[in-house]
Structures are given as C-alpha cells and as structure tokens.
C-alpha cells in the first residue's frame, strides 16, 4: 500500500481532538472577581475516554461549560487561555458560530436528564428533531432513525415507548434517550457532566457500557467528569484530576492509580472505602484523612493550591506556583516535590 | 435450660408500611408497600448497614424503627421494650436514647437558629434546666466533634457541608443517646470529607458503646461501617448476613447484581455480565419475588413469595433458588 507524499502525514504526534491550554474562567461576584478555573490543561485524543476528577467546586463544571460556550452570562467570561478543537480555538469564537458546533460536533450529557428533554414532546420525537435539525433528514426518515438509535441504547420496545413523555420513563431510562438524542448529531467530541451521579449503581453501570460502546463503535472521544474514582478506573484510558482550578496530575489511567505522584491524589485515593478490605469480624482502620479544607476561591494562594493541606510541603510550595511538569511519558504533576522526572 | 444469648438491644419483626397515593380530588391510585415483612436484630454497640436503590425502603425502614411514622404491622423492641405500644410518657424517654443522624445537612439545620441553639433544643427538650450545665455539654459536644465551641454562636450558612454533618452528629450526640439511626449521613460529602466524617462516627460509637443502623446505598461505605447488612429491594429485606460473607459470597441474585456494579479502583478490572433488563414492565407487582422482573434465574415458583430461609445462623436469604438449604 502506498504511503501518501504529503510531509505533514509524518509529523507525528498528531494534534489531539481537543486541547485546553491555560485555560482561565472569570467569574464576578458579589466579593469581586474570582478564578474558579485557573490555568487548566487538558488534552483529549479522538476516540478516547477521558476523565476528569475532583472534589465538589474544583472547576469541573465550568471547564465543561468553558468548552461549550456556555458559562453563566454575563458575570461569567474567559479571561484568557485557548480551547483548540479541530482547526479552531472555541475561546475566540462567537455564539453563532459556537452554536453550529455545539450539538453537533461536540455533543453534551448532564447529570438531571429531566431539565434537558421538553415535558410535553415524546421521546421519539425529541431525537427526530435533533435529526431533522442537525442531520436534515425529513422528518419520516428521522423518527425512523430515532427508533433505532433509541432501540440501540437499549430501550425495549422503543416503537411503541416513542410515543411516551420523558416523565414515564425511569432516571436510567432517560440518560439514555439523553444519549441517543446526543449520538443522533455524530458527534466528535460528547461531554458528560456527572452523567450517573443520580443513578442506582446498577443503573449506572448499564449507562457507562453504552458510553463505551459508542466510542469503541462511532469512534467517539469521550469528556467523562465524575467525583467517582471507580467509575474513572473502569473506564477511562487517560484522568486529569482537578484541585482549586488546576490540574494537578495528568495521566494514563493506569499510571495514574498504580503510581500516583501528587499529594492530593494520594490522599483522595486513600480516602476511599474499598470493597473486601473487612477481616473477621473486626473493624477495619481508619481511613485515611486529607486534613483541612478546599481552598478559598476568593483568597487564592501565591503558590501551590494545596499547600495549606500538603504533608510534603517545602518553602517554595508558599511562594511559587509549581508548573504541571512531565515525569514519565504521559503523565503530568504540578508539584514541587513530586513533579521532578524519573529519568 | 438454654443459655440466654444477650438480648438485642434493637429487634424487628414482620415490620410493614404502606403509603396511599392519591390523585388531586383524593381518589386513591395506589397502595405503594414502602415496607413489607422486615426483620432484624442489632446487638449492643454493633450496626446494622442497610442497602438498596432509591426507593427500596431504606429511610421508611429507620422512621419506623424510631417511631417517626406509624407501623401498619410489626414489631419493634427497643432494649426489650414494644415501641409501637409505647405509651406517650414511656415514649418520650425512648426518644431521648434514639436519635436520627440526616443526610442532607443543609435542609436538616434551621438557618435561623446559632449552632449552639440547634444542639442546646435537644436538651431543653428533655428537661435539662440548669442553663450552665447545658452550655458546658454543648460546647463539649462540639470539641467531640472536631469544631470549636468558640463558633457557638455562629449560624450554619457559615460552616461547610462537611462541617454541617459534624453539627448534625453533635445534635445528636448531645443527648447521649443509646441507638442511632444514621440516614445516608455521608451521601451528600465528597470523598475526603466522607473519610473524616466517617472515621469521627467510628470513633463515637467506640467511645460511647453506640448501637446504630447505618443506611446507605454506597457498599464500600457499608461495609467499612457494619458489622452485618442487610440488602433491601422494593421494601423487602432480600439478604442479610455478617458483612464478610455477604460481600466475599453474595446469595441473593440482586446483592450479586449489586456488588458486581460496584467500580474497583483497579483500572481497566474486566467487565461483568449485568442484568440487562428492564424492570419497568411487565413481570411487576401482584405477588411474588420483588426482583423478579430483573432476575435472570428466575423460575416458574418466583410469582410466590420467596420465604426467608436461614441458610445459616444468622445468614438470611429471600430467593427461591436457596430454598431447603436451610441447615
Ligand atoms: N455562576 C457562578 N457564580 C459564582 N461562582 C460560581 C458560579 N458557578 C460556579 N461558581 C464557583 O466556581 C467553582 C467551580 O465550580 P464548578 O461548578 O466548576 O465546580 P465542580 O468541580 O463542577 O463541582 P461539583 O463537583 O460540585 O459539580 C465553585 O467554587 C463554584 O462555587
Ligand atoms: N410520606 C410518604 N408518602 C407517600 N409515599 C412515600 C412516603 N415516604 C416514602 N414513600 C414511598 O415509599 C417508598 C420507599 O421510600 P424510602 O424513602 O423509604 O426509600 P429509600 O430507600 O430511603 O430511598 P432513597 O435512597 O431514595 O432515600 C418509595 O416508593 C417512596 O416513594
Ligand atoms: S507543590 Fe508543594 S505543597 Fe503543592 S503538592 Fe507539591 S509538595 Fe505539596
Ligand atoms: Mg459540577
Ligand atoms: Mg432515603
């Protein structure tokens, strides 16, 4: 088979699908203006689970919605950084053209389903509308179509439960017509904010297999957000984990549990109740703290984000900012200490 | 003669509740049975972890065994004592030794009322007069519980929600109960916060000899907490067992269901078979085995309701499938 001439073909690495450089989020409030995200990289290969962790106000959600062009208006902007995706870089774009690529090339899920389908419009009409609007199919052809991308998501009899409201179906159930309707755009690029977190554990497993399946069969990269270590470990090939704006520690997901080389990431790994850990009858030890506090937004450190918390802490972690550094092939740390290269 | 095991100081028996639901101009829809048939014993200092699904009974379940809400069937010992034919006087004593843990600890605090004020209620409440005793218990309640008694007279928008649960645990507390009731208490935490709060529950019970059942719906959590569980589904307890053996050898085809959904933190752990079904149809209500609709052992003898069959002392199973093993 021949190799094509074009020069360009053999710069590999190929740029990544998405990627988020330095990216900064003001928001005012009553206190003035403060920086939830504050300098986060992130950088998403075609195809791939990615997943982001972290604890609750870290970031998470307004990076995502950074992303989509959709952070709370007015008092909410971009104050500096890029989102690179595909050829373009969605900071300096404008809502027209944000909304062409919103829905379509990159597709999004959130934790209540309930606040994103319309009440009164059957389930098989909601995904034949996002057919008709971002596919153009008539709309014979796409009620067709979204009967069988409601049955692939594994809706039983969904001829017939087309016709229901969103409000007969169950919590599970519904994050899957969410789905369905997110898949009816092919999209490159689908976020999913806590797309479980409401869900039974065995509901949520049935929700995650099928995320896996579309990317494994439409090729689909996948923006997983979760505060659920395990949901991480199963699923996703490569995590960021978040802490006061940043990105602390970037990795294969393997690397990233096996060796995990940030403070905080230790910390929260040990923190979590594992199953099988009780012996005979007796209590098992206590689990292992992180003491103190998430960080202040309104009062954000000179230096590093956790050092008010960090066992390892040294005097440069107070005055200087550490930089998200490479230790292995693969695997990022923004730390003083542990941030230092292997080789 | 038999030798007398030590009494329980929690037993429950055959306990059920039923909710009506009605339509807007009071026409009853249906009958929703919240509760049906449960029973279980919590020994002294021990707990209990009770888990299932949203909706399975769980927080009925604890209401109950409080006497928050009233039984439609059932018994309910507390140190020997029959609470549901508690008389008025008999009952509030009761209370006093039984206290409720919540989960959310936002809705559960009144915002109007300082810290100190919420956990000083419980004590005037029961008839603590003296004004400087009550100030002393409150503030080492609060040094118990990891905040300063200094912040007494803040209000609870100024604390964290990790901080909140510890005020609600001091609420509690305060009153030196003997059983507690601990409602998905670290449902609503992150993870770090849930260890801290967790480890100061672990250390309470210790210190105090505190009886408690633990409701969750996180095993992992359940299991670091109880010393015995007991699976719930559709209101019925379907296994119940030492912590080990349910979780090392689950019986019930939903505790299996359940533990297999639970993620490791082994990356990439190989995926298992789960029940695909879709419980919302067909094969529901009437009698029968609850999990039958989602069951992919079930058999012609599940329409009938699976007997609790004690494969073991202390080891019980609601499945047809264990039935005669009993030994
Ligand atoms: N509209 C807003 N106005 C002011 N502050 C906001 C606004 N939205 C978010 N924040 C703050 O920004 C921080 C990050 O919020 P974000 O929603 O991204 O967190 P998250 O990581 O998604 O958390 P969670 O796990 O709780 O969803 C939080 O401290 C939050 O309080
Ligand atoms: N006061 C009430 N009136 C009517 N129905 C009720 C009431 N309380 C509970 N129910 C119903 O009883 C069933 C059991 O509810 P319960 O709150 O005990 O479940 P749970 O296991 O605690 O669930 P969760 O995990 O969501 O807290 C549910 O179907 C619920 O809708
Ligand atoms: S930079 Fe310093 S304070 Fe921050 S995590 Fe590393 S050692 Fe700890
Ligand atoms: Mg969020
Ligand atoms: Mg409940």
Redesign the pocket.
């Known amino acids: 088979m021949a190799v094509h001439a074009d020069p360009s073909a053999s710069e590999l690495p190929v740029s990544p699908l998405l990627d988020v450089s330095r990216l900064v989020v003001e928001i005012d409030t009553l206190q003035g203006p403060v920086r939830p995200v504050d300098g986060v990289d992130l950088r998403i290969e075609a195809g791939e689970i990615f997943g982001v962790v972290g604890e609750s106000g870290c970031g998470k959600s307004l990076t995502a919605l950074s992303i989509l062009g959709l952070l709370p208006r007015p008092q909410g902007r971009i104050r500096s950084g890029s989102i690179r995706f595909e050829d373009q870089d969605l900071a300096r774009l404008d809502e027209r053209d944000l909304r062409r690529i919103r829905g379509n090339r990159i597709a999004m899920i959130f934790q209540e389903p309930m606040t994103s389908l319309n009440p009164v419009l059957g389930i098989g009409d909601q995904v034949a509308e996002a057919l008709v609007i971002h596919r153009g199919l008539s709309r014979r052809d796409a009620l067709a179509q979204a009967i069988h991308l409601l049955e692939r998501v594994g809706i039983a009899d969904a001829r017939h439960r087309a016709h229901d409201f969103p409000h007969r179906l169950s919590g599970g159930m519904r994050q899957r017509v969410m789905i369905a309707m997110a898949m009816a755009c092919r999209p490159k690029l689908l976020i999913a904010d806590e797309p479980t977190t409401a869900l039974d554990v065995t509901i949520q497993a049935q929700v995650l297999d099928l995320m896996d399946d579309l990317k494994a069969e439409d090729g689909v990269a996948v923006l997983l957000i979760t505060h659920n270590f395990g949901i991480v470990a199963e699923r996703a090939a490569r995590v960021a984990v978040m802490y006061g704006g940043v990105v602390v520690e970037e990795a294969s997901t393997e690397q990233l549990f096996e060796q995990p080389r940030h403070p905080y990431t230790h910390g929260l790994l040990a923190a979590v109740p594992q199953l099988g850990r009780r012996r005979d009858g007796m209590r098992p030890h206590p689990l292992s703290e992180i003491p103190g506090m998430v960080p202040n937004l309104a009062r954000p450190a000179p230096g590093c984000a956790f050092a008010d918390r960090c066992a390892l802490r040294v005097e440069a972690c107070l005055r200087e900012r550490p930089p998200l550094a490479a230790v292995a092939p693969g695997h990022r740390v923004r730390c003083h200490v542990t941030g230092v290269s292997a080789q | 003669m038999t030798t007398a095991l030590p009494l329980p100081l929690l037993s429950v028996r055959g306990l059920s509740k039923s909710?009506?639901?009605r339509n807007w101009c009071g026409r009853v829809i249906r009958h929703?049975p919240?509760?049906a048939d449960v029973g279980f014993d919590v020994a002294r200092g021990r707990t209990l972890g009770l888990v299932?699904?949203?909706?399975?009974?769980?927080?009925?379940?604890?209401?109950l065994v409080l006497r928050l809400?009233e039984a439609d069937a059932g018994d309910v010992r507390f140190d020997g004592v029959d609470i549901r034919a508690a008389a008025p006087a008999r009952m509030r004593t009761l209370r006093r030794d039984m206290q409720l843990i919540f989960?959310d600890p936002y809705s559960s605090l009144n915002p109007r009322l300082t810290i100190g004020g919420l956990i000083e209620e419980g004590l005037i409440v029961h008839g603590v007069r003296n004004r400087g005793e009550r100030e002393d218990r409150v503030a080492a309640v609060l040094r118990r519980v990891g905040i300063r008694p200094e912040y007494m007279g803040r209000y609870p928008n100024e604390f964290s929600g990790g901080q909140r649960q510890r005020i609600g645990i001091a609420r509690a507390l305060v009153l030196r109960p003997r059983l507690i009731v601990a409602?998905?208490p670290v449902s609503a935490l992150d993870v770090s916060v849930q260890a801290q709060v967790l480890n100061l529950l672990a250390e309470i019970q210790e210190e105090f000899g505190l009886t408690a059942v633990f409701?969750a719906?996180d095993m992992a959590v359940v299991e670091h907490v109880s010393e015995e569980i007991a699976v719930?589904y559709r209101?019925r307890i379907v296994e119940r067992g030492r912590t080990e053996e349910v979780i090392a050898d689950p019986l019930h085809p939903y505790t299996r269901a359940l533990l297999d959904s639970v993620p490791s933190l082994r990356p990439r752990a190989p995926r298992r078979a789960r029940p695909a079904r879709d419980d919302t149809d067909g094969e529901r209500g009437g009698g029968g085995c609850p999990f039958r609709a989602r069951c992919d052992l079930r058999m012609p003898i599940c329409r009938m309701v699976p007997p609790n069959t004690e494969v073991r002392p202390g080891r019980v199973v609601a499945c047809h499938l264990h039935q005669g093993q009993a030994g």
């Open positions: 909710f009506v639901h929703i919240a509760v299932g699904e949203s909706g399975c009974g769980k927080s009925t379940t604890g209401r809400i989960q409602d998905e409701i719906h719930m209101g």
